[in-house]
Each structure stands twice: as C-alpha cells, then as structure tokens.
C-alpha cells in the first residue's frame, strides 16, 4: 500500500512559478513510476507528466513541454513537478499517481492540491 500527500500548491500571477511535492509513504519508491495529472473544473482529468523510478527517462503532454519539469529523490520518496511560466489555464487540481512495478496503469492516487493561476 501507497499513500501520496502532494502539497505547493497555492494562488500565482500569470507568469509565475509554483513547485508541487508529492510524498509517499512506501519505505522504498524503488520501480515506481510516478506521474503528474490534473483536473480543471468541467473537464476530464488529464497526463501532464511522469518520470520512471531511476529518473533516466521523463514524458510530458505537449501543453506543458518546456514549461514543466518534473524530477524525484527516491532517498527522501518524494517526486515534484516544478512548475514555471504559469498560464491561467493551468489552473486545476493537480494529482499525484504512481504505478507499482509490474503494473501498467496508474494504482495509486493523492488526494490532490489546487493550482489557481490569475491573469
């Protein structure tokens, strides 16, 4: 069992920067793939990055290429999302996933932090 508890989330100017965290509880982070998501109001949750367990290979969603840079420290367990030149629509809940090894979908979720970018 897996719990991830993001956090930076918070209200940013168009413009600005914002790095999420995202901590899990497993003693070991070893073969999971972790990836970024999230949720603006009335619409479908949507990838925005993830990176696998060694850090060696990271995929992003062609909206947030060269803006977002998503990186880990498996000795602290904790993956992040730095997030910089924000749009207004940006603005969504941002979610935490991870895949355990073995697996191909997405199995574990966080609960979520709010990103609100103001024009």
């Known amino acids: 069992q897996v719990q991830l508890v993001e956090s930076g989330g918070g209200l940013v100017q168009a413009g600005g920067s914002l790095r999420l965290s995202c901590a899990a509880s497993?003693?070991?982070?070893?073969?999971?793939?972790m990836g970024w998501f999230r949720q603006a109001p009335g619409k479908e949750r949507e990838f925005v990055a993830h990176?696998?367990?060694?850090?060696?290979?990271?995929y992003y969603a062609n909206s947030v290429k060269g803006r977002f840079t998503i990186s880990r420290d498996n000795a602290k367990n904790t993956v992040y999302l730095q997030m910089n030149t924000l749009k207004p629509e940006d603005t969504a809940v941002y979610y935490c996933a991870a895949v355990s090894p073995g697996r191909s979908e997405y199995d574990y979720w966080g609960q979520g932090t709010q990103v609100t970018v103001s024009s």
């Open positions: 990176i696998t367990w060694t850090g060696g290979s990271t």
């Open positions: 497993r003693r070991t982070f070893s073969g999971y793939v």
